[in-house]
């Protein structure tokens, strides 16, 4: 199904069938991924920045729970524009607790749709000297933070942040330990990472027997002040553009359409498998 709400975002779902089993029942698993672009330029107040996103991501959160999504899983640092590229320490005011404000935002939406979500934030570690980490946090159904790798109630999932594609021993560690779902978000662009793209999740999921749900950003992003990217090129002051492209593999080989390069949306996959073990 592919349906196009022209003044919000771009809706797709699609279905991932197993070979049904005699003696135990099927389990179903509806897994969301959303990918968006930011609400306002770079140079406007950061809490105003992070809270137009809140808004502007809540209609898409809101029809993934009404398509009946048990996971969720948004873009890296969904809650601020991908500002690592510019080296200013500046931008790590959007670091936030993993109690902050936006984990706040995405329980009360858990809590209401029965969804777990998985929430890319600017973390600041308040306990160890506020330290600034790319985190991703998982809120359980119910609400609360349940970590970042742990088994939920519809299933084995990871997180594998952005660059941890590249990396196989990554994605074979994850399978020996069990996982079902990989989720990757990501910011990346079109010149560094699009030919690889579409291979290294399917490689990741066929080698390795699970499901890579990839999420990225649309968009292009202007900041204020020129920076360079270590490659020898002139300054610039955007990184982008960001090509979206979220989509979702299978262990055999399949790979559904992905979402558009330009626009923001959700896509969702509802999978149909044996039952979970204990």
């Known amino acids: 199904m592919v349906?196009?709400?022209?003044?919000?975002?771009?809706?797709?779902?699609?279905?991932?069938?197993?070979?049904?089993?005699?003696?135990?029942?099927?389990?179903?698993?509806?897994?969301?991924?959303?990918?968006?672009?930011?609400?306002?330029?770079?140079?406007?107040?950061?809490?105003?920045?992070?809270?137009?996103?809140?808004?502007?991501?809540?209609?898409?959160?809101?029809?993934?729970?009404?398509?009946?999504?048990n996971i969720l899983c948004l873009q890296e640092l969904w809650t601020m524009p991908f500002a690592l590229c510019t080296r200013e320490k500046r931008w790590c005011e959007f670091a936030e607790p993993v109690d902050g404000e936006s984990t706040k935002f995405?329980?009360?939406?858990?809590?209401?749709?029965?969804?777990?979500?998985?929430?890319?934030?600017?973390?600041?570690?308040?306990?160890?000297?506020?330290t600034v980490w790319n985190t991703a946090v998982v809120i359980g159904n119910r609400?609360?933070?349940?970590?970042?790798?742990?088994?939920?109630?519809?299933g084995k999932i990871v997180v594998n942040i952005c660059y941890g594609r590249h990396n196989p021993l990554n994605c074979l560690a994850f399978g020996l330990n069990g996982a079902e779902i990989v989720f990757n978000p990501c910011a990346t662009v079109g010149e560094l990472t699009e030919p690889m793209?579409?291979?290294?999740?399917?490689?990741?999921?066929?080698?390795?027997?699970?499901?890579?749900?990839?999420?990225?950003?649309?968009?292009?992003?202007?900041?204020?002040?020129?920076?360079?990217?270590?490659?020898?090129?002139?300054?610039?002051?955007?990184?982008?553009?960001?090509?979206g492209s979220s989509h979702f593999s299978a262990p055999d080989a399949s790979c559904i359409p992905s979402l558009s390069r330009y626009r923001d949306g959700l896509i969702y996959q509802t999978w149909i498998s044996t039952s979970a073990g204990s």
Request: charged share 20%; hydrophobic share 45%.
């Open 3 to 69: 349906m196009t709400v022209s003044w919000l975002f771009l809706l797709q779902a699609f279905c991932f069938h197993a070979d049904k089993e005699l003696l135990r029942p099927p389990r179903i698993v509806r897994v969301g991924l959303i990918q968006n672009s930011i609400a306002l330029p770079t140079t406007a107040p950061f809490l105003d920045q992070r809270r137009a996103i809140f808004q502007k991501v809540k209609p898409i959160i809101d029809a993934a729970g009404a398509s009946g999504v």
């Open 106 to 130: 995405m329980q009360d939406l858990a809590r209401k749709y029965n969804m777990v979500i998985i929430s890319p934030i600017l973390e600041r570690d308040v306990k160890h000297g506020e």
């Open 143 to 154: 609400g609360n933070i349940i970590g970042k790798h742990r088994k939920t109630a519809y």
């Open 197 to 243: 793209w579409p291979i290294e999740a399917r490689n990741a999921a066929i080698a390795n027997s699970y499901f890579v749900a990839s999420i990225n950003r649309v968009g292009t992003e202007i900041f204020p002040n020129p920076f360079t990217s270590g490659d020898g090129k002139p300054q610039h002051a955007d990184l982008g553009p960001f090509y």
